[in-house]
T-cell receptor, first 114, second 115 residues
């Protein structure tokens, strides 16, 4: 069974540019989560999808971040325009059952904004 | 508010030494889960264990063991006879299901095991 995959693995962009991160969850997992780790700090929750619906987006930092999950399959996280403080590692995770299943994480996308 | 504290930023040991990674949590929920994840150099977060708040039994899995103590709000992780392959960043996390299933992570502890 394939794990959670994320693309790209690393992205370097200039301040003001747009970047789109992609996450493919484990097949059959309805729950998809985005997290971010900035500069050695804790990993912080961004948002949670159940199928194509946003269940909880309380962690989204501001309206420069837009997350979508087309047809309840893969998800994209767009940052527009990117700022220096957006640099970090963006993790995606998926789970089958919200309450009974652990979250399986992808390898992350390292975003560097210069 | 929920919070996870991993006071040890970095630990270095020599192979075959035992090492304990500390984790202290805060929550007002009576039902919660505690987790440990491992992040090897390849970058992905690897699930190690989930513990329910109602189950305080210690758990052992090979060289890994976990000590959950509600009285001190701690969920410590011990690696016995450490190996070079154990070198990684280890994260402790907390979730309070039936409220929100998002994970609250600590800042991680980097473990370096030298040969």
């Amino acid at each position: 069974e394939a794990g959670v995959t994320q693309f790209p693995s690393h992205s370097v962009i200039e301040k003001g540019q747009t970047v789109t991160l992609r996450c493919d969850p484990i097949s059959g997992h309805d729950n998809l989560y985005w997290y971010r780790r900035v500069m050695g700090k804790e990993i912080k929750f961004l948002l949670h999808f159940v199928k194509e619906s946003k269940q909880d987006e309380s962690g989204m930092p501001n309206n420069r971040f837009l997350a979508e999950r087309t047809g309840g399959t893969y998800s994209t996280l767009k940052v527009q325009p990117a700022e220096l403080e957006d640099s970090g590692v963006y993790f995606c995770a998926s789970s089958q059952d919200r309450w009974e299943d652990e979250q399986y994480f992808g390898p992350g996308t390292r975003l560097t904004v210069t | 508010a929920q919070k996870v504290t991993q006071a040890q930023t970095e630990i270095s040991v020599v192979e075959k030494e035992d090492v304990t990674l500390d984790c202290v949590y805060e929550t007002r929920d009576t039902t919660y889960y505690l987790f440990w994840y491992k992040q090897p150099p390849s970058g992905e977060l690897v699930f190690l264990i989930r513990r329910n708040s109602f189950d305080e039994q210690n758990e052992i899995s090979g060289r890994y063991s976990w000590n959950f103590q509600k009285s001190t709000s701690s969920f410590n992780f011990t690696i016995t006879a450490s190996q070079v392959v154990d070198s990684a960043v280890y994260f402790c996390a907390l979730s309070a299901p039936y409220n929100t299933d998002k994970l609250i992570f600590g800042t991680g502890t980097r473990l370096q095991v030298f040969p």
